[in-house]
């Protein structure tokens, strides 16, 4: 066995979404190829189909927001995965206002929330994209609630920008570090 040590290693970052309507896994694979591109090795999973988390040294999370609530399955990621988050560099995303201005004028309770109980580094709100003819009756009646337009809001200029900055982050905190890798 091979033991390189981390200034020759990617970190292995887990770049984990909820998404009801896929806006929210395109940004999630987005900020993935960035951070590949920035030097990381990404892995791109669904929350509620991630095994092993500890495997992972620095961590990406992000969900869709609805009525200003992550989805359940980015919350219970969380939940599920507090002490090993708590060990590890996390960043968080909320996706979900959409128009200019931004719809709904609330920001998403459970980001903050999340900040708090893993120590993230950052909760990032990013605008997301909002197709009608997607969505359900319910989900159809709370958007017209709140005024919220149909499009595609996400920046994604913003989101690279985002991305690249995790990367650079993650590689000085790994060169910084020594630890035995394989």
Request: one cysteine or more; proline letters at 7%; a neutral charge.
């Amino acid at each position: 066995m091979n033991t390189i040590d981390d200034a020759q290693r990617a970190p292995r970052v887990l770049v984990a979404f909820a998404s009801r309507h896929g806006s929210t896994e395109a940004i999630a694979r987005e900020i993935a190829g960035r951070l590949q591109a920035g030097g990381c090795a990404p892995t791109t999973r669904s929350a509620e189909l991630v095994e092993d988390p500890a495997a992972f040294d620095a961590y990406v999370v992000g969900s869709a927001v609805y009525m200003g609530r992550w989805m359940p399955a980015a919350r219970d990621f969380v939940t599920r995965n507090q002490r090993v988050l708590m060990t590890k560099p996390v960043w968080l995303f909320s996706s979900g206002p959409v128009g200019s201005p931004a719809r709904p004028e609330t920001g998403p309770n459970d980001g903050a929330v999340a900040l708090a109980e893993v120590r993230a580094i950052e909760h990032r709100v990013l605008p997301g994209r909002l197709d009608h003819s997607v969505l359900s009756f319910p989900e159809r009646i709370a958007v017209q609630v709140v005024g919220a337009p149909d499009g595609d809001f996400r920046d994604w200029a913003a989101i690279h920008g985002w991305a690249d900055t995790i990367a650079a982050e993650l590689l000085r905190r790994l060169a910084g570090t020594p630890r035995v890798g394989v």
